[in-house]
């Protein structure tokens, strides 16, 4: 089953303004990761934050986890176009040797 | 660097032929993973290789067959094909339990007839 489920489903906004998606999931874990996904492409990985942090900055990306709701929040500001694709959020499955993959937030940015 | 690279890009099959999809990765990493996305849905993992000569079903393993053949490369096989397994496939490896990213390739397109 799985465990990271992304909300909303889709999201579009002008560019400049900021973009929040939501993830949650279902058991405990060590970390959670998000990624991303440009129209037919592979998955580039974006940030990690471990259970011990509340929050994660990378760039204009932040990041925020919520152990106690088992859930994470993924915040991009002053989006672009380039932003434009399917973000998703992996915990890991509960013997850590994989990820579990939600169905995605679909981001468009436009100008 | 190439990273994660897979080879075919794109295949089309009839129901009942075989096929192997490859992937090899030059990061020196232990770990690799075969996943597949079908539309609108997140990535499913069907099988993985925590090292060089082990293999682990995952979510949806039924109708796959792996072979990590060494550590650079970890293969998928299809033994007969069915429409059900149209899907993007994409092949993932990670360094090591150290490190929790993993690196993916581009993907391929395989469609069953």
């Known amino acids: 089953s799985q465990q990271g489920e992304e909300d909303p489903q889709a999201l579009s906004i002008q560019e400049g303004e900021n973009a929040t998606m939501n993830c949650s999931y279902k058991?405990?874990?060590?970390?959670l990761q998000w990624y991303r996904q440009n129209s037919g492409r592979g998955l580039v990985h974006l940030i990690l934050i471990r259970s011990n942090e509340r929050e994660k900055h990378s760039g204009r990306l932040r990041v925020t986890l919520d152990t106690s709701k088992k859930s994470s929040s993924l915040l991009i500001t002053a989006s672009r176009a380039a932003d434009t694709a399917s973000y998703f959020c992996?915990?890991?499955?509960?013997?850590?040797?994989?990820?579990?993959f939600g169905k995605g937030t679909t981001l468009s940015v436009s100008s | 660097n190439a990273g994660v690279t897979q080879t075919p890009k794109f295949q089309v099959l009839k129901t009942g032929q075989s096929m192997t999809l490859q992937c090899a990765q030059d990061m020196n990493h232990n770990s690799m993973y075969w996943y597949r996305q079908d539309p609108g849905m997140g990535l499913r993992l069907i099988y993985y290789s925590a090292s060089e000569g082990t293999t682990d079903k995952g979510e949806v393993p039924n109708g796959y067959n792996v072979s990590r053949l060494n550590k650079r490369e970890f293969s998928l096989r299809l033994e007969s094909a069915a429409p059900s397994q149209t899907s993007v496939y994409f092949c993932a490896s990670r360094r090591d339990e150290s490190r929790a990213e993993q690196f993916f390739g581009p993907g391929t397109r395989l469609t069953v007839l």
């Open positions: 058991t405990s874990i060590n970390n």
């Open positions: 992996a915990p890991p499955n509960q013997a850590g040797t994989a990820l579990i």
